[in-house]
């Protein structure tokens, strides 16, 4: 029906418009003056558990692993719409049977998280390019989606000092790596945890 189609696009402007305004505003406003301590331990656990049953309605093995207690200083719900848009993705565009894994970890004196799939992933050629808006791989035109997902990471990642990385495959693999100087805590203990 006529009004049905309308109504769909008119939906999915007034989307585009509300992810510019929000990327526009993350840019902008630098509103670090919110910020707190966060446990991206329990941050992860949050995510994990928000996702792990649309990962098993793809019967997908979705891990969680926390390797590193980190505290660092953020908002916590931009770090969570980062992380959780990350997950998104992978979840998205993984095939059935395919396996998404998110990872806390530390190296050195840097913490990351780390999203990796087993999807089609992200050409050399075209890393630089899936962070800018509106950009959409030839590999994922097919997947309903507004191609501003991995330019409001990149803009929350930026307002916190941290860094924003896609790396070779195989698959899809983010990471956003959190400088010695943005953490609060240091690693702690190990803990690991597995999720499907």
């Known amino acids: 029906m006529a009004v049905d189609k309308a109504i769909a696009r008119i939906d999915h402007a007034i989307s585009i418009v509300t992810a510019l305004l929000r990327i526009r505003d993350i840019e902008r406003t630098r509103r670090t003056d919110g910020f707190s301590d966060i446990g991206l331990a329990d941050l992860v656990d949050e995510i994990g558990e928000l996702y792990e049953p649309f990962a098993e309605e793809k019967q997908l093995t979705f891990r969680v692993r926390k390797e590193s207690?980190?505290?660092?200083?953020?908002?916590?719900?931009?770090?969570?719409?980062?992380?959780?848009?990350?997950?998104?993705?992978?979840?998205?565009?993984?095939?059935?049977?395919?396996?998404?894994?998110?990872?806390?970890?530390?190296?050195g004196r840097d913490g990351f998280v780390r999203v990796a799939d087993t999807g089609?992933?992200?050409?050399?050629?075209?890393?630089?390019?899936?962070?800018?808006?509106?950009?959409?791989?030839?590999?994922?035109?097919?997947i309903k989606g507004l191609g501003l997902g991995l330019s409001l990471v990149a803009a929350i990642v930026k307002l916190h000092g941290f860094r924003f990385n896609i790396l070779p495959g195989p698959g899809f693999v983010a990471e956003i790596v959190i400088g010695a100087t943005?953490?609060?805590g240091a690693a702690g203990a190990t803990r690991?945890?597995?999720i499907g």
Do not use: M, W
């Open 182 to 184: 943005s953490i609060s």
């Open 120 to 142: 089609p992933g992200v050409r050399e050629d075209e890393r630089d390019l899936v962070v800018q808006r509106f950009y959409r791989s030839d590999r994922s035109r097919h």
């Open 192 to 194: 690991g945890t597995s």
């Open 69 to 107: 207690e980190l505290i660092v200083r953020g908002d916590r719900d931009l770090l969570f719409e980062a992380i959780a848009n990350l997950v998104d993705n992978a979840i998205k565009y993984t095939p059935e049977s395919g396996r998404v894994d998110l990872c806390l970890t530390s190296r």
